[in-house]
């Protein structure tokens, strides 16, 4: 690398940052290393504008979701394209953070140093290939050629050990956790947001918030039942992502019928500028993914809502994994013994009682200020690329 260093880093993402949010906090570390950063990606599907700082510069090549197959091939062909002219810039390093993006990253780097840092579980089961023919052939290249990278990590120690085993890797990746970027100085809460979206009797009650996609595997059904079981007048639950489907509607008929439905507020997909504000102003984030015996991949789970959740000071309810024990283990979480409403709501008892002390506060911010941050889990990528200078 000896005379083409320069302070560029060019990270390649499918998903937009606004729903990968390790992604931002992967940029604002390095550009706080001193690094100009080019985010390459796709639409989000909730385009707000949100303020990264100086340093750091986002680029969308279009819509990537929505449209025909057809019109998906040519958007990825217009982004390797535009990747390569990014690379020819001569960037420091490539950053890529899922299977489409790490090959892309192949194609143009040169002799860019490459870093693959699999946000995803990118596996290539044959049975499963008709249900996304594109998706799971990339997997398949990717998966042949992650020893092709130059850095590898992964979100977990599950999924790093996973990883190493099914490419017969001779080393283990890094593990990377999907934790939040602590600015130097901790941004406002923005509580004016805050109260444009909940009810005013809101204000006042204890706020379990839960941000994400809502589906069965991540039990929101079962958390507004717990929530109804647990029927406690100073707390208040909120939904984020709530479509018009199926499993949404059943969700939203539950809550018009329940005792609690004047406690409970589902609210669509909201900007990240929005959930950022919920998130500032609640007192308990809930991830609640369920794992099955038969499928691995659940089985290696690593939300980013858990690593946003206590970056904001929230205390964490989950179901019990292995990935949540450690936070169980330091005081900050409550875990359901199973998926089961009578489970959750056990556990959502214990967490309002927690979250009446605020020394728990101390205890949260104390664990990611010294462990479960991205200044703290990007220092191996850090030390790496300081490497790539001399």
């Known amino acids: 690398m000896a005379g083409t260093y320069n302070n560029k880093i060019l990270l390649l993402t499918l998903v937009h940052p606004d729903f990968l949010p390790p992604v931002y906090a992967v940029a604002q570390v390095l550009r706080d290393e001193g690094y100009d950063i080019h985010i390459l990606t796709f639409d989000s599907?909730?385009?707000?504008?949100?303020d990264l700082g100086p340093g750091i510069q986002l680029e969308s090549v279009g819509k990537h979701h929505g449209v025909p197959f057809s019109e998906r091939l040519k958007l990825r062909r217009k982004y390797t394209s535009r990747a390569g002219e990014l690379a020819g810039e001569k960037p420091l390093a490539i950053i890529s953070f899922c299977a489409f993006t790490y090959l892309c990253g192949l194609k143009v780097k040169g002799n860019t140093p490459l870093i693959y840092h699999a946000l995803e579980v990118a596996d290539f089961i044959m049975p499963l290939f008709?249900?996304?023919?594109?998706?799971?052939?990339?997997?398949?290249?990717?998966?042949?050629?992650?020893?092709?990278?130059?850095?590898?990590?992964?979100?977990s120690i599950q999924r790093s050990a996973w990883l190493a085993g099914r490419c017969h890797l001779d080393f283990m990746p890094l593990t990377i956790l999907n934790t939040a970027y602590l600015p130097a100085t901790p941004g406002d809460a923005d509580y004016d947001t805050f109260?444009?979206?909940?009810?005013?009797?809101?204000?006042n009650k204890k706020i379990v918030l839960y941000t994400g996609a809502v589906n069965s595997h991540l039990c929101t059904m079962e958390l507004v039942q717990a929530f109804d079981l647990t029927?406690?007048?100073?707390?208040?639950?909120?939904?984020?992502g709530i479509k018009d489907n199926t499993y949404c509607n059943e969700v939203k008929a539950f809550v018009e019928k329940s005792?609690?439905?004047?406690?409970?507020?589902?609210?669509?997909?909201?900007?990240?500028?929005?959930m950022l504000s919920l998130q500032a102003n609640s007192d308990i984030g809930v991830c609640l993914a369920k794992e099955y015996d038969d499928n691995v991949e659940s089985k290696?789970?690593?939300p980013n809502k858990v690593g946003e959740y206590l970056a904001k000071g929230l205390y964490v309810l989950g179901i019990?994994?292995?990935?949540?024990?450690?936070?169980?283990?330091?005081?900050i979480a409550s875990l359901a013994a199973s998926p089961a409403p009578a489970d959750i709501s056990i556990a959502i008892k214990e967490a309002l009682l927690v979250v009446n002390d605020k020394d728990y506060k101390t205890t949260i911010s104390n664990f990611v200020n010294d462990y479960f941050c991205m200044q703290q889990q990007m220092k191996p990528v850090a030390k790496y690329l300081k490497g790539l200078e001399n």
Not at 45 to 50: G, S, W
Not at 259 to 274: D, F, N
């Open 45 to 50: 599907y909730v385009p707000a504008a949100l």
């Open 231 to 240: 029927n406690d007048e100073q707390s208040a639950l909120i939904i984020t």
């Open 320 to 331: 019990r994994n292995e990935y949540l024990l450690p936070l169980k283990m330091k005081g």
């Open 130 to 155: 008709m249900k996304s023919p594109l998706s799971h052939f990339n997997n398949l290249l990717a998966l042949k050629k992650v020893s092709k990278a130059n850095l590898v990590a992964t979100p």
């Open 195 to 203: 109260k444009k979206i909940v009810p005013a009797d809101f204000l």
């Open 259 to 274: 005792k609690s439905a004047g406690r409970i507020k589902l609210l669509p997909y909201v900007t990240r500028a929005e």
């Open 300 to 302: 290696m789970m690593s």
